[in-house]
Each structure stands twice: as structure tokens, then as C-alpha cells.
């Protein structure tokens, strides 16, 4: 039986680069004591005051389908903090929640992709990205964001990529670089999206997690209201990741089109969660702080210990939960480097390869491991480059 | 800006039927005591106990990103009940947990069309079904299902549509007509399906609501197996609609790609979610035949009061919590009628003409209120069809 063209090639061939991460987990399920900063994955949990309130909204009766477009509070909700955050006028009639930002891109791409339009997407980037275009039927241009500039995309790059394109996926701050993009950056993303009438899906799920600079989103900025679509996400900053609880906020028409794509390929978030979620914002800042400050902290962890040496280069990360480290001076690519760090030292870091083309010869570290884990896992990640550089 | 031509042709034009219910629900809203026989949605609540388990799942710490796939323990337990309900072996590499039966559906139909390929459909149909059909890019072709034969396909029409065709999309227990397909019809499915190399998504979700014969599952027929997805879920055998728990069970080649398709859809299903529906499978019988018991006392009710007249027919329902009506002796259409009867009684009811052509000048019941309700409305309904009757 054939399965459709669509289903089979949504990835590449080959594992993607995954192929250290999936090592790791064996390794992890056979006993091996390994450290993974791999994934972006909290070690903390979704907080018990949360999980109460939604046992509570549960056993209270929230347990029937809930409204499709999301439940009116936790739309009025979302639409306020964006509101607040970025001063762009906003109701609930501009948000729709999801289950969860991967969701919410794919339904994004869904809604202003035809069958064969060009996707382009930043280079490196989250790996589900050329999926989410292919699977939404688009072809994927990625534009090279160089490590020279901070991983922040140029204009002569995104000008030529934008030709005949029809969406450009941004997301800051960055997965898998740490980088937050400037105000010079996302003005001249929209420049460019007007000039050649894109539309922008906006990943902004890492919004509160900013250690440097600050966050700016694509909808603030003038003429980007009616062709940006936002997506977020309780996952980041409220460690609410396997909740799968997010959101789309965009211009009314697309909105209300996207309501009717989740009638028909989601039917909608549990109204428990939702409740959950509509209490998790309620908290305000100091929630979002709390489950922000273990990266920040662990971040100038990791520049105490680069700081005595050179053979690694990192541009420190302005943002998110992980930092890319420059190992081009040992000679191997990121994903040698990867596979031979997990085999020394039972410690498992991403290849920058995975991430696209642009990281080549990095390796991306994850902050989500215990300060003292942390900190002995990059003084011999540092200490094993140093031996692969001598050796070499 | 410019949607994708898919999310603008998602619905047809028009309110597709739904206008009574949207008209009740604002009555409602306003005040008015309208009696909603309309939505396939239980008038009980999930099951303490199976919210407990959750509960217990989430403070546990099974609040961070579960397996994409579905957690081990959930895909072996529906793989088992598969495998005991139908004879069919069945391993987890057959399951992947999805975020409901909607999402399954879509997921399937995304998995077997090419964009512009035939997908099938029985009308009268549920009415999301067009919808996924177009979502995943296909054209809508329906097999008209006709009252007189009990609302089950015959072999002609469906021969006649299959020419050319990709999928067949079957909902047996039937929603809206409350008929169980008989091994007769599904021989003849799966035969037709064979010889026009059709593949055929199974939506089996009222499979534990059988008032009257017994529920045969289409990959369990010679030669079905390596062409049928099966959609399942456990919004209706556990009353779980809100928690958007489902299933597809399938060849392991599709299944696979299909995960990696939920990798760019959804991401998975919240863990605590999956651990509540194990719960709620591991205690068998008992308690889905507690969350089905209204709907065949109900049915009982409807059948012993419609006895008394000959001005309405009804097949009485199979299976699943609904049945079709036939007000055709009173000379109006069933949206005519179902408007009437909710400005002259108050009582919502679902016209015919929501679900397709082949269910005209009939009206669906769903037998969700309360005992004594349902009986009083069905009383008034079969005196104001009288009255329409004696003044037409």
C-alpha cells in the first residue's frame, strides 16, 4: 500500500545528526551513567501549585470538550500578556490555543502554505522545522546564519532566500543558539517580509528566558501586524513542556480560519489544562522567573569556566536554555567531536550539524542538568577538546 | 496577506446544518431552558478515579515531554485490548497515541492522500469528515447510505464512487445513525476495498456501544490488514472526550511514519494523560459498560414511546448514542422541522441535512439528557410532528 508523498518525505534520509542522542539514550537505558545536554528539557518539574489547579478544574466538571478556539479566559489571557508585553493592541479574537508551539507552527504553515510554496526557515534551527514546512506541503530554503554574526541573519542573505518564498519562519530567542535577535535584526527581517510580502511565524516560546539584550517581537514592529503569526508556548516559561498547552496570536481573519483547522485536526486543548494554564499565567512574573533563573545561573557557570581557556570560542548565549561552543580548533566536526566526547566521557552534547549547515564544527550544550553536574561536564568537555587539539 | 488555499477550503459555504445548534446554544446562553439533544457528549463527567490517576501521574513528575509515540505501557494496553477484542495480532509497533480520534483521523488521511487524490466518505457522515478529507488535501466523494438500507452502504454506490479513489473513511457503530455495520456490508467493504486498492481508515470510537448485534472491526477481515488504519479513542467508551486521548492502530510501516508525523503535528500527548487512560483501560469491562448504560436505557425509553405512533420512523439504533428519526410524513425537511421544534418547544435537535444528502427529512436524537428529560422531549417532539402533520 502506498503512503502519500507528503508522510514520506517529511524528513531526509540519514538520522539528521540525532544519531548521538539516540547513543546516549541507549547507553542511559543499558546503565551507562551519561550526561545529556541534549534536549530542551527542564529538570525541574511543572510546579505542584499548577498540577493542583488543574486536578481542581478536573474534578470540578472541565472534563467534557472544551471550546475549540480555547476556553474564553485563557484566550483573554494570553491576548492581556501580549498585550502588556509588546503594546500591540490584542483580544481573545487574535489567539487561538493549541496543543502545544510544535502544533501551533505546523498549523501556521498550514494556514499560508500552498502545495510547493517555499518555506524558509533560519539556519541553524529547532530539528522539527523542515518537517513542519514539508508536512504543511511547502519546500524549505534555509538561510545561513553565520556564527561570525552572532547567528543573526544578514540581509543579503534573507533577500536572496526571499524570492518567490511565502513564509519565513524567526524564532528568538534561539534554539539550538542562544542568540536573541537585535532590533537592527528584526527590523530588517521586516523590511525584507514587506518588500517581498511575507508572511512571518514567529517563535517566541523562549520569551522569557533573556540574559542579555532584550525581546522584540516581530508583531510590534510597523506593517507587521496583519502578515505576522506568533507562536507560544507554556512549555519554556512555565515548565509546563508535556502539558502541551499553546498558542497562535495573529490578525482576526487567519485566526478564525485556524479555529476551524483545529475542528478538523486537534479538536482542541483539554479544558483542565487550559485552566491549569490560564492559573500558571496568573501567577505573574515570579513564577516565570523561577523556572527562568537555574539557566541564567548555570549560563555564568559555563563563562567562569570558558573564561580560562582559549581553545574553545562561544559567543555567550542572550537568551534560552542553551549555548553553542565553537570546537573547530580540535579539527573535528561537531558531530565527531559529539560522538567521541559520549564515548571518553559518557557525556552527550548535540552536533551543531544537526541543526542545519551554519553550525558546522559546534556542538550545542543544553543547560538543563544540576549547577554541579553542569559545570563538571564542560570543565571535561574543555579538557577533552584540549586533548583532541594536542592529539590532532 | 493571502491563506493557503487548503485553510480556505477547509468547510464549504453556508452553516453546513449547524444552525439550530448555534441558534440553541445562544438561546441558552440567554436564559432560555432549551433541551440540547444535539452533541455526542455524555451527560456524566470522567470518572473520579481516573482523574485521581492523573493527578497521582502529574505530582509524580510525569509532567515533562512524554514519549512522541505514546508511553510503552499505554500503546501495549491498547495494543492487547485490540488484540483480544478482534483476534488480530497486535504489538505497540501497531499503536501510536494521538491527541483524540480527531487528530488520528487527520493524522490517517494525511498519511494515505496525495493532494487532489479521492478520499471517500459514508454519508450521512460526522460533521468533521469532509473537513479532514480536504485538510489532508484530498477531494470529498460520498457514498450515499441510504434510510431504507438501515443507513449501511450497498455495494453498487460504493463501487461506482471507489473508481479512483485513494481512502474510505467507515464509522461503524455510526454516528449520526446510531447503525452497526453487519458482517455482510463489511465483507463488502473490504472486498471493494481490495479490488480498487482502496485503503480504509476505521474509525471504531463507539465500539463499546452495541444495543443490538455486535461490533466487527475491519482489519480483523481476510486481507484487511496491511490496508486498514483503525481510529480509536477514549472520549466515548470512558467518557474522556475532553482529555483528547485516541489511537491509530496499524501496519507498523505506516505507524512509524505516522509517529514521525505526530513529531511535527502535535509532539505527543501529555503523559499524565496517558497515564490516566491506562488507568482507565485496566479496569476492563465494568466500567465501560457503567459509561454506556444510559445510552441503552435511554434507547429503551425512545423505543417504548415512539411505539405509540406510526407518524415518525426509526430503525431502532445499533449502537453508539444516537438515533436518526425519519419526519418525513410531516411534509418538512429536517432542518424546517428541527428550527420549528426549537422555537415552539424548545428542543434542540440535529436536522438530517447536518450529516450530508442521505439522511434528508430526517432529525438526530443524541440521547445525552438525563432520563426523564429525554423522555418528556421525545413526547413533545411526537405530538408537535403531529401537529405539523395534521396542518400541513
Known sequence: MEQSKRILGLTGDGDDGWGVFYRARALKDAGVPVIELTIGEHDIRTHPSILDAMHSAALAGHTGYASVPGTAKLRDAVASRIETRTGVSTTRNNITITPGGQSALYAAHTATLNPGDI????????????????????????????????????????????????????????????????????????????????????????????????????????GMQDRTLVVGSMSKSHAMTGSRVGWICGPEPVVANLINLSTHTTYGVP??????????????????????????????????????????????????????????????????????????????????????????????????????????????????????????
Chains 1, 2 share one sequence.
Request: proline residues 5%; aromatic residues 8%; glycine residues 8%.
Open 119 to 222: 518555506g524558509l526557515i533560519c539556519d541553524p534551527y529547532y530539528a522539527t522545522y523542515p518537517g513542519t514546512v514539508r508536512g504543511a506541503g511547502g519546500r524549505v530554503v534555509a538561510v545561513p546564519c553565520h556564527p561570525e554574526n552572532g547567528f543573526q541573519p544578514q540581509r543579503a542573505d534573507l533577500e536572496q532566500a526571499a524570492i518567490g518564498a511565502k513564509t519565513l519562519l524567526v524564532n528568538t530567542p534561539n534554539n539550538p543558539t542562544g542568540a536573541v535577535y537585535s532590533a537592527k535584526t528584526l527590523e530588517m527581517i521586516a523590511e525584507v517580509a514587506q518588500a517581498h510580502d511575507l508572511w512571518v511565524i514567529s517563535d517566541e516560546v523562549y520569551d522569557t528566558q533573556i540574559w542579555d539584550g532584550s525581546h522584540l517581537s516581530l508583531r510590534a514592529l510597523t
Open 271 to 392: 479544558g483542565y489544562i487550559q485552566d491549569a494554564a490560564h492559573f500558571a499565567l496568573d501567577q505573574g512574573q515570579a513564577l516565570e522567573d523561577e523556572v527562568a533563573h537555574p539557566f541564567a545561573r548555570r549560563r555564568q557557570i559555563a563563562l567562569d569556566v570558558l573564561k580560562g581557556q582559549n581553545l574553545i570560542k562561544s559567543a555567550p548565549p542572550q537568551g534560552a536554555m542553551y549555548m553553542m561552543l565553537d570546537i573547530r580548533a580540535t579539527g573535528l566536526s561537531g558531530t565527531d567531536f559529539a560522538n567521541a566526547l559520549l564515548d571518553a566521557e559518557q557525556i552527550a552534547v548535540m552536533p551543531g550539524e544537526s541543526f542545519g549547515t551554519s553550525a558546522a564544527g559546534h556542538v550545542r550544550v543544553a543547560m538543563t542538568v544540576a549547577d554541579d553536574a553542569f559545570e563538571l561536564a564542560l570543565k571535561k568537555l574543555i579538557s577533552f577538546a584540549a586533548h583532541q587539539a594536542q592529539s590532532a
